[in-house]
């Protein structure tokens, strides 16, 4: 599966992920852009579209965000994770092991592409202004 999604505004990115619900849902969703291209925008649409409720999160442990729901939501963010090592420390591999929709924004800084099974990649550019292009492969 491979699909061009082009998006305009915050608003359309969000109708693209909820739009995505029935392909995504109980997979793993490596997504990989730029600061500010709209990964963690789309993870949020995500969960709201699918009904799931953002669970308190310690301000010091701001790695993984889970949103809980029917099928719960994990939302990773390695972006300030420097070592490897560091996700075993944080239980990651454990984690998704789990029943859930993954989400791992910055998956690409440890080659994640080489240690998971299966994944479903979405890759956003910014092409300047609001305008996204989501480029979405299974
Ligand atoms: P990332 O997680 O990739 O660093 P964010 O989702 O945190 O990016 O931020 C994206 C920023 O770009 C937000 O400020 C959002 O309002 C803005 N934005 C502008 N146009 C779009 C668009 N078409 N889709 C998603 N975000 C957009
Ligand atoms: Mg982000």
Redesign the pocket.
């Known amino acids: 599966m491979s699909l061009k999604i082009n ?4 608003e ?2 969000a109708e693209a992920a909820k739009n995505l619900i029935s392909i995504l849902t109980g997979k793993t969703v490596l ?1 990989n ?10 993870v ?1 649409a995500f969960a709201k579209a699918s009904g799931c409720k953002e669970e308190g999160s310690s301000p010091t442990f701001t790695l993984m965000q889970r949103y809980r729901g029917e099928t719960d939501i994990l939302h990773f ?1 390695l972006y300030r994770l420097n070592h490897f090592e560091e996700l075993e420390t944080i239980g990651f591999f454990e984690t998704m092991e789990e029943n859930a929709t993954k989400f791992i ?1 910055w998956a690409e800084k440890f080659s994640l592409e080489d240690e998971l099974e299966s994944f479903v990649k979405i890759d ?1 550019k ?1 092409l300047g ?4 292009e989501l480029h979405i492969k299974e």
């Not at 852009?33 to 789309?42: D, E, P």
């Open positions: 998006t305009s505004s915050p359309e990115t997504l852009g730029n600061l500010g291209a709209g990964k963690t925008t789309f949020k963010d924004e956003i910014n202004g609001n305008k996204r």
